[in-house]
């Protein structure tokens, strides 16, 4: 699976969009990009995932880019709820793979 | 999404006693399910790969005899802990993913386990 690179921390104020980055440079045409996020003491939970077209659900959006060398996670209104880590994992969509997780990206929702 | 079910999120054992984990798709069926180990900090790492009926792959580093698993339904993963020691003490995490369904996986609540 391709290797990605996430910033260790964010902040966001409560209420506004949070964007999360992930670089991904080293793609391969058939991987698919995931985005999961653990609240503390939890575990993770399957935000949204896709191949090259942006996607949209209750959750969030995923905003990928041309060469599909990186990619944005959009909380719209972030609330307290979703401070969190986010993990960027990028990998074939083969169903006896498992997800490979690196650190992610803490993101910490301001009152 | 999917359900995946965890039990018990909690448990505290004493040193040499075994401790047992269940992990439920509610509704659907995996074939394959995934266990983690996550510890204080620090991202989840793959522990082992759960096949129904057949036996389980290990990663590297983690001791077969001492972290059974039994895949003995398609619903239905179990992982035994045995002769647990301090050091097992951590947050341990299943995911399965629907043999019929998207490739995206479901993740069970988790099992904190405390040795003492």
């Known amino acids: 699976d391709a290797k990605t690179t996430q910033p260790t921390s964010m902040d966001c104020a409560e209420g506004r969009a949070a964007n999360l980055p992930c670089n991904h440079s080293?793609?391969?045409?058939?991987?698919?990009v995931y985005w999961y996020r653990q609240i503390h003491s939890q575990g993770p939970q399957y935000i949204i995932h896709?191949?090259?077209n942006n996607e949209t659900n209750e959750m969030a959006s995923l905003i990928i880019t041309e060469d599909r060398k990186s990619s944005t996670l959009i909380l719209p209104h972030a609330t307290l709820r979703d401070t969190a880590v986010y993990y960027c994992i990028v990998r074939v969509a083969n169903y006896g793979q498992n997800f490979v997780f690196g650190p992610g990206t803490r993101l910490s929702v301001l009152p | 999404g999917a359900v995946v079910s965890q039990h018990p999120s909690r448990v505290i054992c004493k040193s040499g006693t075994s401790v047992k984990i269940e992990c439920r798709s509610l509704d659907f069926q995996a074939t394959t399910m995934f266990w983690y180990r996550q510890f204080p900090k620090k991202s989840l790492m793959l522990m082992a790969t759960?096949?129904?009926?057949?036996?389980?792959?290990?990663e590297q580093g983690v001791e077969k005899d001492k972290f059974l698993i039994n895949h003995a339904s398609l619903t239905l993963s179990t992982l035994t802990v045995t002769s647990a020691h301090p050091e097992d003490s951590s947050f341990y995490i299943c995911?399965?993913?629907?043999?019929?369904?998207?490739?995206?996986?479901?993740f069970g609540q988790g099992t904190r386990l405390t040795v003492v």
């Open positions: 896709g191949l090259k």
């Open positions: 080293t793609i391969s045409g058939n991987e698919y």
């Open positions: 759960s096949n129904e009926g057949s036996k389980a792959t290990y």
């Open positions: 995911s399965a993913r629907d043999s019929q369904g998207g490739t995206e996986a479901f």
